[in-house]
């Protein structure tokens, strides 16, 4: 399995960004695909995730800005995020796991290779 992710780049405080990621080798309708975040100096933690049939969840810091959602029938996972923050800068990392979630890193079968996202105040 491949997680292709796309969409980041540099944005001012206040707007907004999509993030896009696309699945290859296999669908992924029964895995839970979601979104983690790295910023410099800092570990990984989990943003949002989502199963197919649509139940979400959100990292409390995103909520209310960031909403995930899926294509199933692209094998594509979203995030659209909006009034962002300096604070949100990071590497984004999609991934995508089976049984439990996404919701800590332990969970991840399998990771994207990242998309940077700045957000200059």
């Known amino acids: 399995v491949q997680l292709q992710a796309s969409g980041g780049g540099w944005v001012q405080a206040g707007g907004s960004l999509r993030l896009s990621c696309a699945a290859s080798?296999?669908?992924?309708?029964?895995?839970?695909m979601g979104w983690f975040r790295q910023a410099p100096r800092k570990q990984r933690e989990f943003v949002a995730m989502a199963w197919s049939g649509g139940t979400s969840y959100y990292a409390d810091s995103v909520k209310g800005r960031f909403t995930i959602s899926r294509d199933n029938a692209k094998n594509t996972v979203y995030l659209q995020m909006n009034s962002l923050k300096p604070e949100d800068t990071a590497v984004y990392y999609c991934?995508?796991?089976?049984?439990?979630?996404?919701?800590?890193?332990?969970?991840?079968?399998?990771w994207g290779q990242g998309t940077q996202v700045t957000v200059s105040s």
């Open positions: 991934a995508a796991g089976r049984y439990l979630g996404v919701r800590a890193v332990s969970e991840v079968e399998y």
């Open positions: 080798g296999r669908t992924l309708s029964s895995y839970a």
